[in-house]
């Protein structure tokens, strides 16, 4: 069973950026639908974005939407969540998972999911937004 390593999280003034990286070992990120998902504190699980394994379409919560885009480094077998204009309310713990293709298929679709047709959660990376 693959489980995902999340890095890159971390204090950030608003307005700032910062690039997630995610990982996996004996797997290859380039033939699979990768989403990025967070949780902040007292809130439940959320979509943000995902790219599928086939044309590596992208598609984005509402939230994110403008700010964030996921792109594949082949060569290092990674996935990136690239953050910019970041917001008090991006903080959370977020991480990334794969999942079938049919979950990954529009924006509306991975805004409104808690990703539990997605598997292989890691310990995620804190990205923490504040003055």
């Known amino acids: 069973q693959v489980h995902f390593v999340e890095s890159g999280g971390g204090l950030v003034q608003p307005g700032g950026s910062l690039r997630l990286s995610c990982t996996a070992s004996?797997?290859?990120?380039?033939?699979?639908?990768i989403g990025w998902f967070r949780q902040a504190p007292g809130k439940g699980r959320e979509g943000v974005g995902c790219i599928t394994n086939r044309g590596g379409s992208a598609f984005y919560a509402d939230a994110v939407k403008g700010r964030f885009t996921i792109s594949r480094d082949i060569a290092q077998n990674a996935v990136y969540l690239q953050m910019n204009s970041l917001k008090p309310d991006d903080t959370a713990v977020y991480y990334c998972a794969t999942g079938s293709s049919r979950y990954c298929y529009s924006d509306y679709e991975i805004g409104h999911t808690g990703g539990y047709e997605y598997d292989g959660w890691g310990q995620g990376t804190q990205v923490t937004v504040s003055s």
């Open positions: 004996g797997f290859t990120l380039e033939a699979a639908t």
